[in-house]
T-cell receptor, first 113, second 114 residues
Framework: QKEVEQNSGPLSVPEGAIASLNCTYS??????FFWYRQYSGKSPELIMF????GDKEDGRFTAQLNKASQYVSLLIRDSQPSDSATYLC?????????????FGSGTQLTVLP | GAGVSQSPSNKVTEKGKDVELRCDPI?????LYWYRQRLGQGLEFLIY????????KSGLPSDRFSAERTGESVSTLTIQRTQQEDSAVYLC????????????FGSGTRLTVV
């Protein structure tokens, strides 16, 4: 089982719709959760982080965390073609002094005009 | 600096040669990380520095890979006797010591071994 799993997609949504991106993780003690956006040929950029159960909203983006289900999601409201990118879920595991992020393989999102 | 700076941005090398990749983190960021991303793949952790010590080298794929960091500044990743499977984008990131705020990535070095 991979430590962080994402549906690779591609996920296509029409412009203006809600895009829902999902991620599960295997380490129940994981504490911090991140969503990065990566445009083709570019480096990842941080969109959101969350570490408490529930929802966290920032503009058109909402991160949702459910530690009991080991599930974290990202909702993008009013999707725009400029949101087309690969979205990477990442967690900091609980083991020892580990500080590095463990990444999923990413979900490719295409927003159709 | 304003962001994480990596050099070179592109490197083409012959199989068997050594290469050195450089990362200059954001000023004041004590933690520095190296990742590798093969074409169409996710990010693979290589090594983490806190200051100039490396508490976690678990991701280095073989003894051909090594890294060092000078103080809380520049880091170099060295790959000896490069192989074609080393071809990838090598990404460096830095963060404040508080890991809850994630990292800032550099633009990466695209390494091609021919």
């Amino acid at each position: 089982q991979k430590e962080v799993e994402q549906n690779s997609g591609p996920l296509s949504v029409p412009e203006g719709a809600i895009a829902s991106l999902n991620c599960t993780y295997s380490d129940r003690g994981s504490q911090s959760f991140f969503w990065y956006r990566q445009y083709s040929g570019k480096s990842p950029e941080l969109i959101m982080f969350i570490y408490s159960n529930g929802d966290k909203e920032d503009g058109r983006f909402t991160a949702q965390l459910n530690k009991a289900s080991q599930y974290v999601s990202l909702l993008i409201r009013d999707s725009q073609p400029s949101d087309s990118a690969t979205y990477l879920c990442a967690v900091i595991r609980s083991s020892g002094s580990a500080r590095q992020l463990t990444f999923g393989s990413g979900t490719q999102l295409t927003v159709l005009p | 600096g304003a962001g994480v700076s990596q050099s070179p941005s592109n490197k083409v090398t012959e199989k068997g040669k050594d290469v050195e990749l450089r990362c200059d983190p954001i000023s004041g960021h004590t933690a520095l990380y190296w990742y590798r991303q093969r074409l169409g793949q996710g990010l693979e952790f290589l090594i983490y520095f806190q200051g100039n010590s490396a508490p976690d080298k678990s991701g280095l794929p073989s003894d051909r890979f090594s890294a060092e960091r000078t103080g809380e500044s520049v880091s170099t990743l060295t790959i000896q006797r490069t192989q074609q499977e080393d071809s990838a984008v090598y990404l460096c990131a830095s963060s404040l010591v508080d890991r809850n705020y994630g990292y800032t990535f550099g633009s990466g070095t695209r390494l091609t071994v021919v």
